[in-house]
């Protein structure tokens, strides 16, 4: 017998008290109890929220009597069991305030949310289709609001909505009801086709975007990435659902849409020419998410096959997931056309830059960083830049050198592309897990080289990647340039007018003079120093130099000796060497 399906509606009766009441309808609820049990965390965004804290009441009821919810923890419940035959149906009003890609948000102005924050899930039927009725608020000045989402309508059920309208949805099941955010609200709604698959932009927030050039671009980028992995799409509609705010940059995917938050200015504006970088910067990241429908989405990590909603899922290959989808964002951007071969250099030698930049490359592996990312990389603090690497910049840095070796040890007839295809292929299209080696295994088997070192190396040792060795057959000369002034051994940032050392670098000179970060500079040899002329009178400096800082560590006023550093600060460029070559050809397709 097919299971029933579970009923939620979605409803706020006061916007702009930012509640949502959301209701929960079991038909058979289990006959000793039926739990229920919202997410810790959300697919995609490796840290345990508890998103259940947002829950300010809950109540169940069944045949119009109230049933006993006993709460078992910080996310569950248990219904008390109630008479055969009768529905169960659990009220849920919950807090949403948090802009941003990963929780919920509403005020008279928009609703934004995601299933892990509102959808209660049944456990034990987690497999059963899934109903939601989204209710439009009431009140004239909801009246023009309409419905963003790759949830589908629930077709042929009476009160199916409408194309972008409020009524019934349906999902296959719960982990496919928290796979697609829904935005409601007045948002601008941009179309197009990738491929022969409808895609749509529907932009939140006050913004002049120049809703023509934006589809243009995107369009070439996500044909592109259709292609690359090859037709049919595996999904039949896909939405890009954009917060424009005034500072802000994040993305979330999903199998059939992605949230993303930007700033206003990031977007094209009417006569606006060239590429700027803002621009640049918010097509990788809508080029970044999308290439997630494919690696992540599903080719999976074992560790998320399923994923476990109560607690950390702990991986390994994050790295692979994040990294390699970081490089492919931007090189979609290149091959799409959409930038050039500069651009995409200037790119790479940023993201080189970054990790030189990192002195907790040292001391923690791409593994490692994979592995630990719910309690360090998604929990930075002032030392994160002592002791943590990104699986992002450096696992992109990864892929990098990984494609790098694939096409020189082959006279380029194997690539990363052919691998990711194969992962595709083997994982994504069959919905099995991806373990630790096969990645290793696939690039082997297609390259027929050896690359248990390259692994080793790059994945389990903090050793850097040797990017100038693996590029220069490529005729792209990677160099490393120092920053002239003297180092004071520290992160800094602002606070007013003030000088903060956020970081303080193991070893520096800042640390072995006793300075920590937090602590705000005051002067430099009895000079006033302020964000704006700190780099005026260091560049007066020499390495070796002794100075004397004053700082304030709270309120207490200290004074430092401190001997000033060789700045490692090193920028990475890249050039490419005048006559492209046949391998530089095949992977940049110049
Ligand atoms: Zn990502």
């Known amino acids: 017998m097919p ?107 928009h609703a934004f949310f995601n299933g892990t924050s509102v959808f209660l899930r049944v456990l034990g039927q987690e497999s059963s289709p899934c109903l939601v009725e989204l209710q439009r608020p009431p009140g004239k000045e909801f009246a023009a609001w309409r419905v963003a989402t790759a949830l589908s309508p629930a ?8 194309r972008h309208g409020f009524g019934l949805y349906r999902a296959e099941n719960y982990d496919e009801l928290i796979d697609h955010p829904v935005e409601m609200g007045t948002f601008t709604l941009l179309e197009f086709e990738a491929c022969g698959v ?13 809703g023509e050039r934006l589809i243009t671009d995107l369009k070439r980028i996500c044909e592109r990435q259709i292609r690359f992995f090859g037709e049919p799409a595996p999904m039949s509609r896909y939405v890009f659902l ?49 290439f997630h429908t494919w690696n992540v989405k599903r080719i999976k990590p074992m560790a998320f096959s399923p994923y476990d909603l109560e607690r950390e899922n702990y991986t390994t290959q994050l790295w692979a997931f994040e990294g390699i989808t970081s490089y492919y964002d931007d090189l979609a951007l290149l091959r799409s056309g959409v930038i050039g071969v500069p651009d995409w250099l200037e790119l790479i030698g940023a ?41 992002y910049a450096k696992g992109a840095l990864a892929a990098l050198a990984l494609d790098l070796t694939l096409r020189y040890g082959t006279h380029g007839k194997t690539s990363l592309d052919d691998v990711m295809r194969a992962l595709w292929q083997r994982f994504g299209q069959t919905g099995t897990g991806v373990g630790d080696d096969d990645l290793r295994q696939i690039a082997e088997e297609l390259s027929g080289l050896k690359l248990g070192r390259f692994f080793a190396n790059t994945l389990h040792d903090t050793r850097d990647i040797p990017l ?70 260091l560049a007066r400096k020499q390495p070796g130099n002794s100075i004397t800082v004053h700082a304030f560590r709270r309120d207490e006023l200290m004074k430092f000796d401190l001997t000033l550093g060789a700045n490692d600060n090193t920028t990475a460029r890249l050039r490419q060497t005048p006559a492209p070559n046949a391998l530089r050809r095949a992977w940049l397709g110049e």
């Open 468 to 537: 100038e060795r693996l590029l220069a057959p490529f005729g792209v000369r990677l160099t490393r340039e120092k920053a002239k002034i003297p180092a004071l051994g520290a992160r800094i940032g602002s606070d007013g007018e003030s000088v903060k050392l956020t970081t303080v670098y193991d070893d520096g000179p800042a640390q072995q003079a006793g300075l920590s970060a937090g602590d705000i500079l005051i002067a430099l040899d009895g000079l006033r120093v302020t964000p704006k002329t700190l780099d005026t009178l």
């Open 242 to 290: 954009v917060t424009a705010v005034g500072e802000g940059h994040g993305g979330l995917e999903h199998r059939a849409s992605t949230a993303l938050l930007c700033s206003r200015n990031d977007l094209p504006y009417a006569g606006m020419r060239g590429m700027p970088e803002g621009y640049r910067n918010f097509l990788g990241l809508c080029s970044h998410e999308y």
């Open 3 to 109: 299971s029933l399906p579970i009923r939620y509606t979605l409803h706020s009766p006061h916007p702009a008290a930012h509640r949502f009441t959301v209701t929960c309808t079991v038909t058979d609820p289990a006959p000793a109890g039926q739990k229920f049990a919202l997410p810790a965390w959300i697919p995609g965004s490796y840290l345990i929220r508890d998103f259940a804290r947002h829950i300010v009441a809950i109540r169940a009821e069944a045949g119009n009597k109230s049933v006993r919810l006993e709460k078992l923890n910080k996310h569950s419940w248990r219904a008390a069991a109630v008479k055969p035959g009768l529905a169960l149906t659990v009220t849920c009003e919950i807090y949403a305030w948090d802009l941003s890609v990963r929780t919920a948000h509403i005020d008279q102005t």
């Open 198 to 210: 409808p895609h749509e932009v529907a932009i939140t927030g006050q913004h002049d975007c120049d």
């Open 155 to 162: 077709t042929g059920e009476k009160g199916a909505a409408r």
């Open 351 to 391: 993201t080189i830059s970054n990790v030189w930049r990192t002195p907790g490359r040292l001391r923690q592996t791409l593994a490692e960083s994979s592995f630990d990312a719910w309690s360090k990389f998604y929990r930075p603090d002032e030392n994160t830049p002592n002791a943590v690497v990104s699986y």
